[in-house]
């Protein structure tokens, strides 16, 4: 079992910059693929961003690549995304998952365990 917990969420300007992090418990997290998605309001959950178990490989929904970076730190059991050049549309929950593989996923059923999330808030 895996426990993750999202900080680092708040409301910002657009044009800003936010650095959310998702602390795993548990001694397997650097076995793991790791995953950031996102809610708006009526909206369906998304995919943001996702990174393998070693870190080598990163993966990003194109309405955040080159704005956001997805990486890790498996000695702190850390996975972090940082999210700049933030829009108004980038508003949502912000959630992240544990993939017990250790691979890239895009999809919301490929994750095992998620977290409670965190609101992104970003004023115009």
């Known amino acids: 079992q895996v426990q993750l917990v999202e900080s680092g969420g708040g409301l910002v300007q657009a044009g800003g910059s936010l650095r959310l992090s998702c602390a795993a418990s548990g001694p397997r997290f650097s076995s793991y693929g790791m995953g950031w998605f996102r809610q708006a309001p009526g909206k369906e959950r998304e995919f943001v961003a996702a990174i393998n178990w070693i870190g080598g490989t990163t993966y990003y929904a194109d309405s955040v690549k080159g704005r956001f970076t997805i990486s890790r730190d498996n000695a702190k059991n850390t996975v972090y995304l940082q999210m700049n050049s933030l829009k108004p549309e980038d508003t949502a929950v912000y959630y992240c998952?544990?993939?017990?593989?250790?691979?890239?996923?895009?999809?919301?059923?490929?994750?095992?365990?998620w977290g409670q999330g965190t609101q992104v808030t970003v004023s115009s």
């Open positions: 998952a544990a993939e017990k593989y250790g691979r890239i996923a895009t999809y919301a059923d490929g994750y095992a365990y």
